[in-house]
């Protein structure tokens, strides 16, 4: 005979500046290449954001996540090296003056930001049959994901910028990193201080994308069925500390 479950405990409210916090850490959130501080992350501080993202949400409670830390110089450039290799065949995938807007973006912050972050999905974890993955395999990797945006907007909020690169081969990040086969690689990031961030997305700024409006992404009931009823989303409904750019 099984056990009871425990029962639920109350949910909780947020207060109004608790709520606002939340929205805000989400629409100031950026993609960080080179407004990284030279001050350190203390480790307490590191494993907070560890902590958020073991905290993300994951398909049969697998926890499919390993965080590999960097710090070494070395290493870093081993990374840098892979990158430019990666980014020089990317940038003659474009033509004309795409191809010039590429070239002049700065794509990654691996040597100026003091601790790059590897997140990986081990695909092995909890056996074969796993709780929700059934009949989508690829719900670990979704739950690894999860993983990176808590730890995203918790680093927002100590201050920390995250810059996100993934112009690299597979194959060069795995020998540098001696990552196994059976784990995939997810994320690469960039961790540092900031004391200034772009006011909208950065690629926006430059000219390289304007953001969708989201009312051209909602469809209700149906794919393709655009609803005419829908609001205009304004951030100040939420709070009056959100801006009304945000990324």
């Not at 390993?66 to 990317?90: C, L, P, S, W, Y």
């Not at 910028?161 to 597979?170: A, C, L, Q």
Request: charge should be negative; aromatic fraction near 8%.
């Amino acid at each position: 005979m099984h056990e009871a479950f425990d029962s639920p405990v109350p949910a909780g409210d947020f207060t109004d500046d608790e709520r606002a916090a939340v929205y805000k850490a989400i629409y100031t959130r950026r993609d960080v290449r080179d407004q990284f501080l030279s001050k350190p992350i203390a480790d307490d501080v590191l494993m907070r954001l560890l902590d958020a993202a073991h905290h993300a949400p994951s398909v049969g409670f697998m926890q499919p996540w390993n965080f590999i830390t960097i710090r070494d110089m070395a290493r870093k450039r081993q990374v840098h090296r892979a990158f430019a290799k990666a980014n020089e065949e990317a940038k003659a995938l474009f033509q004309d003056e795409r191809r010039a807007l590429y070239a002049s973006l700065k794509l990654e912050g691996i040597l100026k930001a003091p601790v790059n972050l590897c997140i990986t999905c081990d695909r092995t974890r909890g056996g074969t049959v796993v709780l929700g993955r059934t009949h989508n395999r690829q719900m670990d990797v979704y739950s690894t994901v999860c993983a990176v945006q808590n730890l995203w907007l918790a680093a927002r909020a100590e201050g920390i910028g995250v810059g996100w690169v993934s112009i690299y081969h597979d194959n060069d990040m795995r020998q540098i990193l001696g990552i196994p086969d059976h784990v995939e690689i997810v994320a690469y990031l960039c961790l540092g201080y900031v004391d200034e961030l772009f006011d909208a997305p950065e690629l926006e700024k430059k000219g390289w994308r304007k953001r969708i409006q989201l009312q051209d992404l909602i469809f209700e009931e149906g794919w393709g069925q655009l609803s005419s009823d829908l609001p205009h989303p304004d951030p100040e409904d939420v709070s009056p500390a959100i801006p009304s750019v945000c990324d």
